[in-house]
């Protein structure tokens, strides 16, 4: 109703402008979500648990997804995850129940617990299923490099992947350093580990973060802080 009002008063003069700008402002919120679904969890929060409280992995996909949903589907396989598949086509009840999971256009959704996946980003599935099954889904080597991202009681430690030449982990650094937050930094550049570090946790650009199994993509300083 509310909407309904807006538009009625959005006719002539500065409504017009405002009729213009609020199209816009709907166009850029569409674009921003289709690329980036994830700012808009906060619409739709449904999780994925069973009856007992253990989290489950519920994968949406459809019989045109092909490659993405392929490969996917592969890495739960090989991780032995226990999943369900949901295709959506000609399928009245998976699409309702996609539709409760937030129906984002982007495939595969995957739902493990309280988080999410879109697309077939393999470093950000491994992310997701270690924070619910933890570390018996990891292979030997990405257990050795993210053991570093835990103290020794277990707590999650925030760790950032950077180099000294980049400009965005100045700020971060300057970031967490006025909010007194403890951190750990690894100069991906001068690791003598370098080529399997980058492999392993396909470090693409800097900074790369982890709190704990979380995985945090080009972040934004405040919502790092968030986190503590």
């Not at 166009?27 to 994830?38: Q, R």
């Not at 999410?116 to 933890?134: E, F, H, P, T």
């Not at 392993?200 to 405040?222: A, C, Q």
């Amino acid at each position: 109703q509310v909407i309904i009002r807006y538009f009625q008063t959005c006719r002539t003069g500065v409504g017009a402008l405002n009729m213009k700008n609020f199209i816009l402002l709907l166009l850029v919120i569409g674009a921003v979500y289709s690329f980036k679904p994830e700012l808009f969890s906060f619409i739709n929060n449904k999780a994925a648990f069973d009856e007992q409280g253990n989290p489950v992995t519920m994968v949406f996909t459809h019989n045109k997804c092909g490659r993405p949903c392929d490969e996917a589907v592969s890495l739960l396989e090989k991780r032995n995850v226990e999943y369900s598949l949901y295709l959506l086509d000609d399928n009245e009840a998976n699409q309702a129940l996609w539709k409760e999971y937030g129906s984002v256009n982007s495939f595969p959704n995957i739902i493990v617990g309280n988080e999410k996946v879109q697309g077939s980003y393999k470093s950000r599935i491994i992310s997701v299923l270690a924070m619910n099954y933890g570390d018996r889904v990891l292979t030997s080597t990405e257990r050795y490099y993210m053991n570093n991202h835990f103290y020794d009681d277990g707590s999650d430690k925030l760790v950032m992947y950077g180099a000294s030449w980049c400009g965005y982990c100045k700020k971060m650094r300057k970031t967490l350093a006025e909010n007194n937050v403890d951190y750990i930094e690894i100069d991906v550049e001068k690791s003598s580990q370098r080529k399997s570090l980058t492999d392993t946790l396909e470090i693409t650009g800097y900074p790369l973060m982890y709190y704990g199994y979380k995985r945090l993509e080009g972040p934004n300083p405040r919502d790092v802080i968030a986190l503590m």
